[in-house]
């Protein structure tokens, strides 16, 4: 049942806003203390949010270095990249090659003499189509034996082992042109033809004898089939497309042009710059977490501002951890370069954050290439111990997961006072309301009975009353 408020017509008191002044006075220092632990509670799950995110990022640069397939990348330099394109996997050995591109494979393709036009008929009959020891056979009939019907029966031939027809025009008509689908030598096209007594025209024209003399093939051929031909340092290889890759182990050469005679180069080396961008990498990663961390728990005297997570635990045990794993040194590696600082990375005491002497780091990777794989990858390297404390606070339902979900309950803890406090809230105004209009209307009834009373003493005789 709604709530009467009589609004003080009894007494001519201000009910409504006494009682919301005195609800608010409830409100106040309930909600002022909910809404500063919800801030705290919020800030800091903002940080913690922070804090695993940086972590994150520090981890996949960690990825890249752990892993030994960096140290085995090849870096591939050729002195004509219009000729060939080179692609190389662990395994392909360092060094340096001639090459030479004499032809790319190509398609065997045929063309008949020039008929009057597409709907020219031909003859019937069967025509028999043998690619690469594969055949199938198109039965040509009455009605359906034109140029472009024959061109459509081998397109739709259901068998088709790897035979393309088109008809092209020129001055003096329309050929078919016949086209073996694959490259390479063995994708000759052979065709045959059989006729009946029933048969008609003459079907022979469409065929083609890969022995046979030019002269004596109906069938011209446009252009022959042929390997691509490679010589690498003086020796000579065919594939029937223009991929190479088993010419040299762990090399994938594919020719995109042919200069017959022509010699280039290729060389093979270890990529070693690819190690120093992960080292950079690694660096420039460590140094925003750092940083991150270091603003988290920073505290400025003068202005009394403190960082979202200073004085925190977690953060102060994460810092310390960080800072020792660094300056640790990796037992698997060389004596002389089994730390971070042996090969040009040291730590700014000031901020903690690392620097690093570029040239001697270049300088190590270039002449002793094969520690950086000892200082860094494998399970006990410097990557590796770095990324399994990382993983203790960033993996699912580790320390941040944790502490975060602690914090989130609080914040719904937070919301559930709220609801309370406003059904609390709710109950105390209407028990105020329902008291001040019981005291409004005992004033009014009290006011009532004065101005009655003061009415009947005025009647009184040789009664004067005054005010």
């Known amino acids: 049942m709604a709530q009467i408020i009589s609004g003080g017509i009894g007494s001519g008191i201000d009910v409504s806003g006494l009682v919301s002044q005195l609800v608010q006075a ?14 705290k509670a919020q800030s800091k799950l903002s940080a913690y949010g922070t804090l695993k995110s940086s972590l994150s990022k520090f981890q996949a640069a960690l990825d890249a270095l752990k892993e030994s397939s ?3 990348g090849r870096k591939i330099s050729t002195s004509n990249k219009d000729l060939f394109t080179v692609s190389a996997d662990a395994s392909a050995s360092v060094g340096s090659y001639t090459i030479q591109s004499e032809n790319l494979a190509s398609r065997h393709k045929l063309a008949s003499a020039a008929f ?5 008929s031909v003859g019937t009959g069967t025509l028999t189509f043998t690619v690469n020891g594969e055949s199938f056979a198109v039965d040509i009939e009455s009605g359906g034996d034109s140029l472009s019907a024959i061109r459509d029966a081998v397109n739709e031939a259901s068998d088709n082992v790897g035979v393309s027809a088109a008809i092209i025009r020129d001055e003096n008509g329309s050929r078919l042109v016949l086209t073996a689908d694959d490259t390479g030598a063995d994708n000759v096209i052979s065709i045959s033809a059989a006729t009946t007594g029933t048969d008609t025209g003459d079907l022979s024209q469409l065929t083609y004898d890969p022995n046979a003399l030019p002269e004596n093939n109906p069938l011209t051929e446009q252009q022959a089939a042929l390997d691509a031909t490679l010589i690498i340092d003086g020796f000579t290889a065919k594939s029937s497309t223009n991929t190479f890759n088993d010419v040299v182990d762990g090399i ?3 020719l995109k042009d042919s200069e017959p005679g022509q010699q280039e180069s290729l ?10 961008k992960a080292v950079d990498q690694f660096v420039e990663a460590y140094n925003a977490l750092r940083t991150n961390l270091n603003t988290l728990k920073a505290y400025d005297p003068e202005s009394g501002v403190a960082g979202k997570l200073q004085g925190d635990a977690t953060t102060n045990r994460l810092s310390s951890q960080l800072r020792q794993a660094i300056s640790n040194t990796v037992t698997d590696a060389g004596s002389d370069l089994d730390t971070l600082a042996e090969i040009g990375i040291t730590t700014n005491f000031e901020n903690g954050t690392l620097e690093i002497d570029s040239d001697m780091l270049g300088e190590l990777v270039d002449d002793r290439f094969d520690d950086f794989v000892s200082l860094f990858a494998g399970d006990n390297g410097m990557a590796s111990r770095l990324d399994a404390l990382a993983d203790q606070y960033t993996k699912f339902e580790g320390t941040l997961d944790t502490l975060s979900n602690g914090l989130k309950s609080q914040i719904d803890g937070i919301t559930d006072q709220r609801e309370s406090l406003v059904r609390r809230l709710a109950t105390i105004e209407a028990r105020y309301l329902q008291q001040f209009n019981a005291l409004d209307t005992l004033i009014g009834e009290l006011n009532q009975t004065s101005s009655f009373l003061t009415s009947q003493l005025a009647n009184l005789p040789g009664f004067t009353f005054e005010k």
Do not use: C, G, M, Q
């Not at 009057?116 to 020219?120: R, Y």
């Not at 060389?267 to 120093?276: G, M």
């Open 116 to 120: 009057a036009s597409d709907d020219t």
């Open 70 to 72: 960096l140290y085995e």
């Open 252 to 254: 994938t050469i594919t």
């Open 267 to 276: 060389d093979v080396s270890l990529d070693k710059a690819a190690v120093k």
């Open 26 to 39: 409830e409100r106040a220092p309930v909600e002022n203390r909910l809404n500063s632990k919800e801030f």
